[in-house]
């Protein structure tokens, strides 16, 4: 009973950590020319959460230690590649359509909270050819980076 009144007791203290909590949509700066509605659409669905300004912050994206991985997350994907700061060159841009093709986006820990942003095998095509159209192709797609 005492170790369960500890996890308790670290679980309310860590919520104190300013860390995570702060959930910011920064406004949209221009987003790429996409060959279609429905590739953005797709993008928006299963990419867009973290790779750009207009992120839905759950529910549990208030509580940590979960909002802290969330934070770093969505953070590091505006960073990496973000669809609404467009102005700016985004060197991972033509790696899109491999990234999708071989199973890295989305990655397989964010889809059991984001069931939308699971892309049937038709879907998924889709969206390779439409970031082919829109962004751009990696020189290799024959090869996982």
């Given amino acids: 009973m005492k170790i369960l009144?500890?996890?308790v007791l670290?679980?309310?203290v860590i919520q104190a950590v300013p860390y995570g909590h702060?959930?910011?949509n920064p406004p949209a700066d221009g987003e790429p020319t996409w060959d279609s509605p429905q590739t953005?659409?797709?993008?928006?669905r299963a990419c867009f959460?973290?790779?750009s300004n207009?992120?839905?912050w759950p529910w549990y994206s208030h509580v940590a230690p979960v909002s802290w991985l969330l934070a770093c997350d969505v953070n590091g994907g505006r960073r990496h590649l973000n669809f609404t700061d467009w102005n700016?060159?985004?060197k991972h841009s033509k790696d899109v359509s491999n990234q999708v093709r071989f199973g890295e986006m989305p990655p397989w820990f964010y889809l059991p909270m984001h069931p939308a942003a699971k892309l049937s095998d038709e879907e998924k095509q889709r969206l390779i050819?439409?970031?082919s159209k829109s962004l751009g192709v990696q020189n290799s797609a024959d090869s996982p980076h």
């Fill in 49 to 51: 959460d973290c790779h």
């Fill in 40 to 44: 953005k659409q797709l993008f928006q």
């Fill in 54 to 56: 207009e992120t839905t």
């Fill in 10 to 12: 670290v679980l309310l």
């Fill in 5 to 7: 009144g500890g996890i």
């Fill in 88 to 90: 700016e060159p985004h």
């Fill in 129 to 131: 050819e439409g970031a």
């Fill in 22 to 24: 702060t959930h910011t």
